[in-house]
């Protein structure tokens, strides 16, 4: 990033921060608590191990050294700001993370393109090196679809309040800043289970060890995907013929489900299985959920690999990451693109650029020079 742009996206961040230092420090509560983390805009270093007494604190903190991206811990500490082994675990929030980039399988679609640093030259699919000079590819993610991370997200939302019981009050939803989003559940008992607990929630939402032998509860949401299959009401597309076969002549038995499942060989019960795992578990990041000492990123910040803000999200339904997560100034700035499809923040389209001068909002703008594509000249 060429120092010009440094400079403007300095001076942007620490705007929003500056405005929306209120808003933004009410997020996350029992801050004395947290260990606080950073990567500096100006040096690209992580800086950790922080302790903050009060909001304005973390706000001196935050508009002397701008972040890129700002992190707190999960987990509440006696003494945030000690090393590691000395920081003394109070509690942790419980925290899942849906990332559109581990839903691919479930239909999400994330685009990538591939810009030579040498010369420039644009591929839209991969390759070892720039065909036209040598040079080295840098890889650009591009996305425009996070609808697929947002059903993930209801389905847990459901299960977590449903299956759970989690109390809904403890419960918040927030868009990642990027490619997903990120769900917080704190209060009451849930802060203080270890980790064993955590992971067996973890487990439980991704279906680890399903065995469907043992899948007998009637109310279960995977029993009744079960049935549906056993019952010929639900078909499994990835069958081959001789298995599609046999799986036909043990739905047409006149059998109760128990019986049907110990008529099943080895390799269709896996199929099935791996089939209810797909539909029926929830694609979260078992390391997110079970690492108590794991640094989160900071609510309402700024996310430095789009210049989105993980935001808070009030409902879920009509949740738009590309309005609603756009908040930084939109006084214009002339930028050079090197080459961008088209996007479409906050309801205006803008693009596709290749090689040109554009004057656009700073929110455009800061988006394509947090992704590596456009320079402030
Ligand atoms: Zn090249």
């Not at 479930?106 to 036209?132: M, P, T």
């Not at 032998?213 to 990835?238: A, C, H, N, Q």
Request: neutral net charge.
């Amino acid at each position: 990033m060429k120092e010009s742009s440094k400079i403007f996206l300095k001076q942007l961040f620490k705007e929003y921060y500056y405005i929306n230092s209120s808003r933004i420090a009410k997020e996350v509560n029992r801050i004395s608590q947290r260990e606080i983390a950073y990567i500096s805009l100006e040096t690209g270093k992580i800086i950790r191990h922080i302790g903050v007494k009060s909001k304005s604190d973390l706000f001196n903190l935050i508009l002397t050294d701008v972040p890129a991206h700002l992190y707190h811990s999960a987990a509440y500490y006696l003494f945030p700001d000690r090393e590691m082994d000395k920081k003394v675990l109070l509690a942790a929030d419980l925290v899942f993370d849906i990332d559109a980039d581990k839903l691919t399988y479930k239909g999400a679609k994330i685009d990538y393109f591939y810009l030579c640093d040498e010369c420039h030259e644009v591929y839209k699919s991969k390759r070892e090196k720039c065909e036209k000079c040598g040079g080295k590819l840098r890889e650009i993610e591009w996305l425009n679809d996070l609808n697929v991370a947002k059903k993930e997200t209801m389905k847990l939302m459901r299960i977590l309040i449903d299956e759970f019981g989690f109390d809904p009050k403890g419960i918040t939803v927030y868009f990642s800043g990027n490619r997903g989003y990120h769900i917080h559940v704190s209060g009451g008992d849930v802060e203080n289970m270890d980790v064993r607990a955590r992971l067996e929630i973890a487990d439980y939402l991704k279906l680890i060890g399903y065995d469907l032998v043992y899948d007998r509860y009637p109310e279960r949401r995977t029993f009744k995907r079960l049935k549906r299959i056993l019952e010929g009401r639900e078909i499994i597309s990835d069958l081959n013929e001789g298995e599609a076969d046999k799986l036909r002549s043990i739905i047409k038995g006149d059998l109760d489900i128990q019986d049907k499942v110990k008529m099943l060989n080895t390799r269709l019960k896996e199929k099935i299985e791996s089939y209810i795992r797909r539909n029926e578990g929830i694609e979260i990041d078992p390391v997110v959920t079970t690492d108590m000492h794991r640094l989160i990123r900071f609510p309402e910040s700024i996310h430095g690999g789009t210049g989105f803000i993980k935001r808070k999200v009030d409902d879920l339904t009509s949740f738009n990451p590309f309005n609603d997560a756009i908040l930084l100034p939109g006084r214009k700035i002339d930028v050079y693109v090197e080459y961008s499809p088209a996007i479409t923040l906050r309801g205006e389209e803008y693009g596709p650029f290749f090689r040109e001068r554009a004057r656009l909002p700073g929110y455009v703008a800061a988006f394509l020079i947090c992704k590596g594509v456009a320079e402030v000249e």
